[in-house]
């Protein structure tokens, strides 16, 4: 049997959205062990001046715990 537990991240990118969600399972892979999926909360841009400049998402991350 396994135990999962649901954690609350925060990623940015200045090049898209799929960039900041890639970079942030990345960061988190790095403490936690056997991430198996994400859901992406929130998605938004900040606007400076008109343009895109930083693509922001919040995601929840699932990963197994050690048993």
Do not use: H, P
Request: proline share 0%; net charge positive; hydrophobic share 40%.
């Amino acid at each position: 049997m396994s135990v999962a537990k649901v954690t609350e991240i925060s990623s940015s990118s200045s090049k898209s959205f799929e960039d900041a969600i890639e970079q942030g399972i990345l960061r988190a892979n790095k403490t936690l062990d056997k991430i198996k999926g994400a859901w992406i909360n929130e998605m938004k841009v900040n606007v400076d001046d008109g343009k895109v400049t930083e693509y922001c998402v919040n995601m929840k991350v699932t990963f197994v715990l050690k048993g």
